[in-house]
Antibody, heavy 117, light 107 residues
Framework: QVHLQESGPGLVKPSQTLSLTCTVS??????????WSWVRQPAGKGLEWIGR???????NYNPSLKSRVTISVDTSKNQFSLKVTSVTAADTAVYYC?????????WGQGTMVIVSS | DIQMTQSPSTLSASIGDTVTITCRAS??????LAWYQQKPGKAPKLLVY???RLENGVPSRFSGSGSETKFTLTINNLQPEDFATYYC?????????FGQGTNLEIK
């Protein structure tokens, strides 16, 4: 059973960079069994896939966010990370990390990020 | 991008009812369709993947069907714990997208 845990600042100022890390336990990121994804959900709204990274470092991004998003993997720490640049209030959301193939099999509990000055 | 449209947005039902949620894709996705249940303050939970495969541990009253562009999630004999929001999700090989969600509420 893979367990994921998000961590990072809960408050980010507008125009700054949002940075989150997901720590994976119960399995190695390096096995290649899963892609490692980020999904977000504004309060009271639906789910939005942000992007994913594979153990090799290969990435895919949501075209609507691609210009501002970077996802990377650190296999030595069994972690993967998300950076979103030039944030605005529209980036305020619960951010989830997840293990995915064609579906999202395992999810972290989510972390709330508020963009506000 | 593949757009996913769920209907209805809200569904009112009673304990013991059978309900069906529909998800339509803007283009064919074969059977690369998953369904999730989400309760307030919790992460989504995978129920069905590849259109009709039930995730381990999910009660058999949940079932999925469909292919290409039209998919359904059916819940038989609704139980109190089934009242939640349901999302469909497609996979096109490189990206994912979700439906807008269906809020299943108690009548």
């Amino acid at each position: 059973q893979v367990h994921l845990q998000e961590s990072g600042p809960g408050l980010v100022k507008p125009s700054q960079t949002l940075s989150l890390t997901c720590t994976v336990s119960g399995g190695s990121i390096s096995t290649g069994t899963y892609y490692w994804s980020w999904v977000r959900q504004p309060a009271g709204k639906g789910l939005e896939w942000i992007g994913r990274v594979y153990t090799t470092g290969s990435t895919n991004y949501n075209p609507s966010l691609k210009s501002r998003v970077t996802i990377s993997v650190d296999t030595s720490k069994n972690q993967f990370s998300l950076k979103v640049t030039s944030v605005t209030a529209a980036d305020t959301a619960v951010y989830y990390c997840a293990a995915s193939n064609d579906a999202f099999d395992f999810w972290g509990q989510g972390t709330m990020v508020i963009v506000s000055s | 991008d593949i757009q996913m449209t769920q209907s209805p947005s809200t569904l009112s039902a009673s304990i013991g009812d059978t309900v069906t949620i529909t998800c339509r894709a803007s283009q064919s996705i074969s059977r690369w369709l998953a369904w999730y249940q989400q309760k307030p303050g919790k992460a989504p939970k995978l129920l069905v993947y590849q259109a009709s495969r039930l995730e381990n541990g999910v009660p058999s009253r949940f079932s999925g069907s469909g292919s290409e562009t039209k998919f359904t999630l059916t819940i038989n004999n609704l139980q109190p714990e089934d009242f939640a929001t349901y999302y469909c999700q497609q996979y096109d090989g490189n990206s994912y997208s979700f439906g807008q969600g269906t809020n299943l509420e108690i009548k």
